[in-house]
């Protein structure tokens, strides 16, 4: 026997939550045939132009080597592109493409039917209350 049962286990739960998110976005985003990783980057660099790979994993929550490689598929599919920064030329800028956004606007449309249905499982206090109590576990583990 373990000295914490697994149902106590915090962590156990929120993952068990994590798992079934990424299966539902992953199922969401056939349509625009994009991985949960590349529509999270799109997303993002529909927000930020410009913006270099580095914070681009950060806000991604990935690895710079794990973005690389996200950002390398994208580019071959022509929903990225990828050029020196104006002062500092080992810096790429990356934006979307048209056909980037396009794909962007499409994932985002099954990512958002996955949140808005997950949302409406609660009561707007009871999403207030997640929230919250989510972003206090994430304060909590932070180093």
């Not at 794909?103 to 206090?125: C, I, K, N, P, S």
Request: proline content about 5%.
């Amino acid at each position: 026997m373990t000295s914490m049962p697994v149902e106590e286990r915090i962590g156990s739960h929120i993952k068990r939550a994590e798992q079934a998110l990424l299966a539902a976005k992953n199922a969401a985003l056939k349509a625009a045939a994009v991985t949960v990783p590349q529509y999270a980057a799109l997303l993002w660099l529909s927000e930020k132009p410009g913006i270099s790979a580095a914070g681009l994993a950060r806000l991604c929550g990935v690895t710079p080597p794990t973005m690389s490689t996200v950002l390398k598929n994208l580019q071959e599919r022509g929903l990225i592109e990828r050029t020196p920064h104006e002062l500092h030329g080992n810096v790429l800028e990356t934006r979307l493409t048209d056909e980037g956004r396009a794909v962007m606007e499409v994932a985002d449309a099954g990512a958002v039917g996955v949140e808005r249905g997950l949302a409406q499982a609660f009561t707007d206090e009871e999403r207030e209350q997640l929230v919250r109590l989510l972003d206090r576990c994430a304060q909590w583990l932070a180093p």
